[in-house]
Structures are given as C-alpha cells and as structure tokens.
Nanobody, 118 residues
C-alpha cells in the first residue's frame, strides 16, 4: 500500500490550495480515505473523509463550506480543495485510508505542509 500527498505550500489568508492524494495497492471499493491535519503543539484531527465507492462525505465543523473532498477513481486520487484559507488552517496535512468498517486508519502518507500567512 502506498499513499502520496502533494499540493501543499504557502498561501495568503483567503487564498486556495488543492491537495492531492494518490493511493495504490488496495481494493478501493472497500476503503474510505480521509484527510487529517496536525498543527504544531496540537493533536492530529480529521478534516474530511470520503468513501471510495459510495462517495459519502464528512467534514469537520471548522472547514464546512470552505473545503471540499472529492475523488477520481480512474486516477486513484482523492482531492481536498481548500478555499478561504485561514492562518489557523496551517498544519501538516495527511492522507490516510482504512477499510470502510474499521474505525482506525491503517495506511498513511508522509504529509504535506500547508502554511497560511495573515
């Protein structure tokens, strides 16, 4: 199993970024993919989640209306479109995958840094 994130960077408050997560090596229909983030000194938190086949989504309250998670099954890729970014969105963003029926995420990427300047 291999997960690779990309798309992070430095952006001014109010700007946008799109993160990409390319996943390979597992049966996609059985898995859900989530985006997490961890800011310095804070615990890791889930930002958004999507079922690979069913497409059901979940968003943390802090990103509702600003972030959108989507997938392209043909490219084995999950995206996180982040708009109206705020300095408090600054964190390392991780992509992870798990079997749909499990609570814990088994597979993690290396993370991509997102920095939002004020």
């Amino acid at each position: 199993v291999h997960i690779v994130e990309s798309g992070g960077g430095l952006v001014q408050a109010g700007g946008s970024l799109r993160l990409s997560c390319v996943a390979s090596g597992f049966v996609y229909d059985d898995h859900a993919v989530g985006w997490f983030r961890q800011a310095p000194g804070k615990e890791r938190e889930i930002v958004a989640r999507i079922g690979w086949s069913a497409g059901g989504t979940y968003y943390a309250d802090s990103v509702v209306g600003r972030f959108t998670i989507s997938r392209d099954n043909a490219k084995n890729t999950v995206y996180l479109q982040m708009n109206s970014l705020k300095p408090e969105d600054t964190a390392v963003y991780y992509c992870a995958a798990k079997l749909i029926y499990k609570a814990d995420y088994d597979y993690w990427g290396q993370g991509t840094q997102v920095t939002v300047s004020s």
